[in-house]
C-alpha cells in the first residue's frame, strides 16, 4: 500500500466514506450518494479519484447504467491499513 494513498483517502472524509461502504458490499454511485450523504457529483468525482489510484474498480464496465464498483486488493489493503490505526473507517 501506497503512503501516498493513505494520505489522498485521510484528506477527504468522502473518499474514507466510499471506501468504507465499498468494504461491506459492492455499490453504485446512487446509493453510495445516499449512504455519505454527498451529492452524486461529489461521489462520482471521487470515485474516479479512488479509480485512477487503483483503489475501486467498476465491476461492469461494459454497462454504462447502473455502475457497479467494488475495492480492488489494493483497496482492501488500505482500508485495513485505516484500521490498524484505529481510525474510523465503518459509518455508524
Not at 4 to 20: G, P
Not at 53 to 70: D, F, G, I, M, Q
Request: charged share 25%.
Amino acid at each position: 500500500m501506497s503512503h501516498q494513498n493513505f494520505e489522498f483517502v485521510l484528506a477527504s472524509d468522502t473518499r474514507l466514506k466510499i471506501l468504507s461502504w465499498l468494504s461491506q458490499d459492492v455499490s453504485t454511485p446512487t446509493d453510495l450518494a445516499k449512504k455519505v450523504e454527498k451529492h452524486l457529483s461529489h461521489v462520482s468525482r471521487a470515485l474516479r479519484e479512488l479509480q485512477e489510484r487503483e483503489l475501486v474498480h467498476c465491476v461492469n464496465p461494459a454497462n454504462t447504467k447502473p455502475r457497479v464498483y467494488s475495492l480492488t486488493p489494493q483497496g482492501i489493503s488500505l482500508v485495513r491499513e485505516v484500521q490498524r490505526y484505529n481510525l474510523r473507517v465503518h459509518p455508524l
